[in-house]
């Protein structure tokens, strides 16, 4: 059975195949033989990831299982780490770590630099092939252009599709011949031009997204104004004429039945009350002025 790969990507740091050619590491393996040279590693390793404190050897010489005279002798003897004072503390620091930790720190950014072009591209493809049906050919002039915007733009991405949907839309009344396109766009500052409104307010064109959600908004308020209020579900529950007057003098009891020519003049939802069981005006008017 084939050995599946470990696809784990795990953190590491640049080991040179020429380490002995430091003086001092040298001198350290003279000293102390590969037992000194292999407990050196394991603290480099330890410093990748964690802070060095002076007075913690003998934590570090439990962890490697070594002689705690030994972790002391490598970090003091030989000259491969300094001392560093703190704030509240002491910390061992090595140089070699330190180029280390940001030859790391770099690649990290340039990896994510070179991400954030790749989606603020692929937004702008998107953006344009929706609105042109084509996709933009950017010159790597212009491809520079559009990663400074991206760095001086607050969420230029997320801008993106409305830029180029107002773009879609441009005409100048000087240039009949005008065709706007993306090379346009991404020169003599048009971009940013256009989208702080000099060629007018910036247009928006709602994705499918937008349209569902609102569609679904409207169905949920004519729902709402479909479903039963407080007042008819409580109608609803009465059984009998009785009921009936009661609910409808309890209503008025705070706002008084208005009379007008002999007939109460009452809400058209309870009036529905007296349709149902057969209700009089005058018992309405009675029940109400008790």
């Known amino acids: 059975m084939a050995i599946k790969e ?88 090595s140089d070699r770590i330190l180029r280390n930790l940001n030859y790391v720190e770099q690649k990290n950014e340039d990896k ?12 702008f493809n998107k953006a344009y092939i929706e609105f042109f049906e084509e996709e933009p050919i950017l010159q790597p002039s212009e491809i520079e252009c559009l990663k400074k915007y991206n760095e001086k733009i607050p969420d230029l991405k997320n801008k993106l599709r409305d830029i180029i949907y107002t773009l879609k839309g441009l005409k100048f009344d000087t240039d009949v011949n005008f065709k706007p396109c993306a090379n346009w766009l991404l020169k003599d500052n048009n971009l940013a031009r256009l989208l702080n409104g000099e060629f007018g307010k910036l247009k928006h064109k709602k994705t499918e997204k937008e349209l569902k959600e609102e569609q679904r908004k409207l169905q949920l308020e004519e729902q709402k104004r479909n479903e039963p209020s407080e007042l008819e579900l409580q109608i609803e529950r009465i059984l009998n ?50």
């Open 6 to 93: 470990d696809k784990i990507i795990r953190p590491f740091f640049s080991h040179d195949y020429t380490p002995l050619e430091d003086k001092n590491l040298l001198k350290l393996f003279i000293t102390m033989g590969a037992e000194g040279y292999g407990i050196y590693w394991l603290i480099v390793e330890f410093m990748h990831q964690n802070t060095f404190i002076v007075g913690e050897e003998e934590l570090l010489a439990f962890k490697f299982r070594v002689d705690v005279e030994k972790i002391k002798s490598v970090m003091n003897n030989f000259q491969l780490f300094r001392i560093e004072e703190r704030e509240t503390d002491s910390v061992y620091i």
């Open 112 to 123: 994510k630099q070179a991400a954030n072009v790749r989606w603020l591209l692929s937004a």
């Open 241 to 290: 004429k009785n009921e009936a007057l009661d609910f409808i003098a309890n209503f008025y009891a705070d706002r008084k039945v208005v009379i007008n020519g002999g007939r109460a003049l009452i809400l058209p939802t309870l009036r529905r009350l007296t349709e149902k069981f057969d209700i009089a005006e005058r018992e309405v008017i009675e029940r109400c002025q008790h």
